[in-house]
């Protein structure tokens, strides 16, 4: 069974482009998840779906960052500009939904690591 | 606010020794998860814990979780070359995402 699939892997840009993160989650999996790491540091939630619905997107900075999920499947994530603060590691992760979300296993994805330059 | 404090944020030993990781918070957690990640990859989940005072082993990982619920340890005996990487703990809140620590940087040279 294939696991999250997330791309590009990696990304260059410069300052005040625009940029977009894909993510495939497990197949039956209705909870997803974007993560952003920094280097040596845990992830940290931006946004969760219950299938289509953004269910929490507290964290998210929506001056900026943008996400969609319209067939709740897959999943894009967006930064428009992106600034130098926002390189990082940005983590696709998907769940079994439902009541109990929150005790199923999440299996991440590898990963985008972003470089704005 | 919830956090997670980890301790050691870095640890380099040699293959074979033993070492504890802690994970600690004010807050009580209803379960509490461990990962594992390698460079370039995702975390991977090793243990969840549930109950206070659960002790789980994972071959020569040994995961307890506090009997308040606030705090948790990862024992690794005879570390090998191939335990290498960031360990995390995660603790889930009621109706809450997980919230991660920092991490645990760990090297194990042989």
């Known amino acids: 069974e294939a696991g999250v699939v997330q791309s590009p892997r990696y990304k260059i840009i410069e300052k005040k482009q625009p940029v977009a993160f894909w993510c495939n989650p497990i197949s039956g999996h209705n909870t997803l998840y974007w993560y952003l790491q920094n280097l040596g540091q845990g992830p940290e939630l931006l946004i969760r779906y219950e299938n289509e619905e953004a269910v929490d997107d507290s964290q998210l900075p929506k001056d900026r960052f943008s996400a969609e999920r319209l067939k709740g499947v897959d999943s894009t994530l967006k930064i428009q500009p992106a600034e130098l603060g926002d390189s990082a590691v940005y983590l696709c992760?998907?769940?079994?939904?439902?009541?109990?979300?929150?005790?199923?296993?999440?299996?991440f994805g590898p990963g985008t690591r972003l470089t704005v330059l | 606010t919830q956090l997670l404090e980890q301790s050691p944020q870095f640890l380099s030993i040699q293959e074979g020794e033993n070492l504890t990781v802690y994970c600690n918070s004010s807050s009580v957690f209803s379960s509490l998860q461990w990962y594992r990640q390698e460079p370039g990859e995702g975390p991977v989940l090793l243990v969840t814990?549930?109950?206070?005072?659960e002790v789980k082993k994972l071959k020569r990982l040994t995961f307890q979780f506090g009997d308040a619920r606030k705090d948790s340890s990862l024992h690794i005996t005879a570390a090998q070359p191939g335990d290498t990487g960031l360990y995390l703990c995660a603790g889930q809140g009621a109706g809450t995402a997980l919230i991660f620590g920092k991490g645990t940087t760990l090297s194990v040279s042989s």
């Open positions: 814990v549930v109950t206070g005072g």
């Open positions: 992760a998907s769940s079994l939904g439902g009541r109990y979300w929150g005790y199923n296993e999440q299996f």
